[in-house]
């Protein structure tokens, strides 16, 4: 601590005083408090936006991706698919409507490769259309299996809704 002059009044005071006795001359700006460190809720929202921004465009290209690695065996498999709807089965019964059935639910996959599917003889003929139970599983989006048993309601050889196991 050393004696300096004050440059108002020149009067003797403590360097370290932060203003002067005499005058009242400010020898030191006031401290300005700054909050410093953290990024605030401001960043955060902006670190958010750009994370789901991240994941929508990895999911986009894991989807372009998963198209390029198709199997010859799998392409196959939905072209017969699309072929049985096209040709709009004129002996329509369980075959077609298992058939029907296995081209909307891979329609409606995430990951259509891995689709088993099940149908047993749970099937009718009703007014509204044909009725077929079917118990499928295949991976969800986090690439764990999920298990269903649903019915699927076919009109015009095609599926128009899948409902739960309870529905029917």
Known sequence: MAIIQCPECRKEISSTAPTCP???????????????GGIGCGGWLIVLIVLLIIIWIIGAVGEKLDE????PERKAEIEAAQKIKA???????????VGMVHYYLTGIMKDPDSL???????????????????????????????RKVNWFVIRNEQVVKMENENTY
């Open 116 to 146: 088993e599917l099940n149908c047993g003889e749970t099937f009718y003929n009703k007014k509204d259309g044909w009725l077929i139970k079917c118990d499928w599983r295949g991976k969800n989006s986090f690439g764990g299996y999920a």
């Open 87 to 97: 040709e709009r089965v004129s002996k329509f019964g369980k075959e077609g409507s």
């Open 68 to 71: 390029a690695k198709m199997t």
């Open 22 to 36: 005499g005058c009242g001359y400010a020898l030191k700006p006031a401290a300005v408090k700054i909050k410093k």
